[in-house]
């Protein structure tokens, strides 16, 4: 959970502080709408609620359960949502390629540490 927390705390900002210079940076769109940035802003939030979950896992035994349950779900329903896109529009840029592959790697080793580490 460490390293997803890390990595989406990261990806949060990115996403909220300043969505109108990364993305046409990144990808080959432009947050030019004020709908836009509040979707944007919206995630970030909404992804840093996430960490503050894992955070409490990771520091709280009572909370452990619950936010690897939490981080399993998170970043397979990304990466579900990636493998729909790759059917429906065909492959992305390496960029995503590598976030579905992180999302696949960081779902898969929060679920062995949940079924390894789980307290009943």
């Given at each position: 959970?460490?390293?997803s927390a890390i990595l989406i705390v990261a990806i949060a900002f990115a996403y909220g502080i300043?969505?109108?210079?990364l993305f046409p940076a990144l990808f080959d769109f432009k947050v030019e709408t004020?709908?836009?940035h509040n979707i944007f802003r919206s995630i970030m939030c909404l992804y840093i609620?996430?960490?503050i979950l894992w955070v409490a896992g990771i520091f709280?035994?009572?909370y452990w359960n619950t936010a690897t349950m939490v981080n399993i779900i998170f970043m397979s329903g990304l990466a579900l949502g990636r493998l729909i896109?790759?059917?429906a529009d065909g492959i992305p840029s390496?960029?995503?390629l590598i976030g579905f592959f992180?999302?696949?790697s960081l779902g898969a080793l929060s679920y062995f540490n949940w079924k390894k580490y789980r307290v009943r």
């Open positions: 959970m460490i390293i300043a969505p109108g210079a004020t709908d836009l609620g996430m960490v709280k035994p009572r896109s790759f059917a390496i960029t995503l992180v999302e696949v």
